[in-house]
Nanobody, 122 residues
Framework: QVQLVESGGGTIPAGGSLRLSCAAS????????MGWYRQAPGKQRELVAAITSGGITDYADSVKGRFTISRDNAKNTMYLQMSSLKPEDTAVYYC????????????????WGQGTQVTVSS
């Protein structure tokens, strides 16, 4: 069984900073690419940032220069440092990871966390 658990969400005034964490646990053989997605009310889920196992990153244009994605492979944990937050960043943030579980060696599957709410007040 593989699990992704997010933490770090909350309510913060515009211009503030927040750090999200996503910890992967369970019977993991290999943790490959990871990413943060978000979904605002009435909108589709969108990719915010992604990071490969080697540390190559990619960002949505709307967060470039404000958000930083990182990971600690020794801890199977990914982070999203968010700065200069805007009200339009308000959404549920989801962690995603492509994982080869021990039970399905060499087969990569998609896993999602339960989501954490980020609310930026104006």
């Amino acid at each position: 069984q593989v699990q992704l658990v997010e933490s770090g969400g909350g309510t913060i005034p515009a211009g503030g900073s927040l750090r999200l964490s996503c910890a992967a646990s369970g019977s993991i053989f290999r943790l490959n690419a990871m990413g943060w997605y978000r979904q605002a009310p009435g909108k589709q889920r969108e990719l915010v940032a992604a990071i490969t196992s080697g540390g190559i990153t990619d960002y949505a244009d709307s967060v470039k220069g404000r958000f930083t994605i990182s990971r600690d492979n020794a801890k199977n944990t990914m982070y999203l440092q968010m700065s200069s937050l805007k009200p339009e960043d308000t959404a549920v943030y989801y962690c995603n990871a492509r994982i080869e579980a021990l039970a399905t060696l060499f087969t990569e599957n998609d896993y999602w966390g339960q989501g954490t709410q980020v609310t930026v007040s104006s």
